[in-house]
């Protein structure tokens, strides 16, 4: 066997494997090349898990008041004392006023370290239901678990992080739902319009360019002041993603129409079509498994407008209102300069938004670039 030979034995087999892949697996390959996506992706598993298990996380209840700790900056997380390492540990705060300005502070007491532990015990809370237990992530270690707030507290002494994690649950699961919503709409009528065409076409187009022509913003603000203050919040809620889904299934609309454009005249449809198919079982079994990756990249970059949607609304106070925890009502707090100039760790939902944002719209570039055909 010659040196040419056992060279291109490699290659070869190098070939054959990517031949014999799966779709999912190209996909995957493609996939994995975009650095910024995958990051993205870790990034929204590991904040998704945080939100479904927001009480274990959560090392306080969110709505617990703290009066002799209001506006508490974030405690600050130490490896050594005097010298030596002893582990994670945080320094217990003591809250002061000046006599003079009547002005609240806090000052780190140094003598004694408070060693942080993983799976302590705190607050009961009932884990899905199913039982009760007061197990959390991690806290503080020998009965002072007040003493770790990692992002600071709000004007009522409630752990800001706590209420971060169970914020995330909320303006996540709303834009999800309002996407799941928005795709019902928009996959129905995308594929009835651009596989009938004609007038049934022209009627659709034109409701979507109706729709889409009215400021998104005016628009939202305008249903959700409709709203009664006296509902409940888990019906505002409902409705709330409703709302954003109004808009939002126009542009997976216009995705699913081209796609069956561009299909509707191929030969596996016309074969379909000569066999007796039905028009139901034409679209449902043959083209719109054959986008289903577009469809998959087009809802995750519809998810970040859906979050936007209900932060926005949420901080100006037309969405959801307290006592629901979501990241726009958390963001209520951080309205007026005062309270940004005292207190700017009130603003850390304003930052998980922006990377929450950044990330469905780096795992959605990543996924349209995976599921494009012609790429490399």
Do not use: C
Request: proline share 6%.
């Amino acid at each position: 066997m010659t040196e040419q030979t056992l060279a291109a034995e490699p290659i070869n087999a190098k070939k054959e494997d990517l031949y014999s892949a799966k779709p999912w697996q190209l996909v995957w390959r493609r996939f994995s090349k975009h650095i910024l996506a995958v990051i993205s992706l870790w990034f929204l598993v590991i904040l998704a898990l945080s939100a479904i298990f927001a009480e274990f996380v959560a090392p306080y209840d969110p709505f617990k008041v703290e009066r002799l700790r209001t506006m508490a900056p974030p405690t600050g997380i130490h490896l050594f004392h005097d010298g030596q390492f002893v582990g994670p540990f945080v320094y217990a705060i003591e809250r002061t006023r000046d006599p003079e300005t009547t002005r609240v502070s806090y000052e780190p007491d140094t003598s004694e370290p408070l060693p942080l532990r993983l799976f302590v015990s705190g607050s009961d809370y009932s884990f899905f239901g199913l039982f009760k237990t007061d197990i959390h992530l991690f806290g503080v270690e020998g009965g002072r678990r007040d003493q770790i707030n990692l992002l600071g507290t709000d004007d009522l002494g409630r752990d800001v992080f706590s209420r971060l994690i169970h914020g995330a649950r909320v303006s996540l699961s709303a834009g999800l739902v309002g996407v799941a919503f928005a795709f019902v709409l928009g996959l129905t009528l995308g594929s009835i319009s651009g596989y009938f065409g004609g007038w049934i076409d022209g009627s659709i187009q034109r409701l979507m360019e109706l729709i889409r022509s009215i400021p998104t913003i005016p628009l939202w603000m305008g249903l959700a002041a409709a709203l009664p203050v006296v509902w409940d919040p888990l019906l505002v809620y409902v409705l709330i993603t409703f709302i954003l889904a109004l808009i939002g299934w126009t542009y997976l609309a216009r995705v699913v129409r081209g796609q069956f454009l561009a299909l509707r005249n191929e030969d596996y449809v016309l074969a379909a079509r000569l066999s007796g198919a039905s028009e139901y079982r034409i679209i449902t079994k043959h083209m719109l498994p054959s986008m289903t990756s577009y469809i998959i990249a087009a809802l995750t970059l519809a998810v970040p407008e859906m979050i936007l949607g209900e932060t926005a609304l949420s901080f100006l106070g037309l969405g959801l209102r307290p006592p629901v925890v979501s990241w726009g009502v958390l963001l209520q707090d951080a309205q007026n300069l005062r309270s940004i100039s005292l207190a700017p760790w009130l603003l850390a939902p304003g930052g998980a938004v922006v990377l929450t944002v950044l990330a469905f719209n780096f795992l959605g570039d990543g996924l349209r670039d995976a599921a494009d055909p012609y790429g490399q």
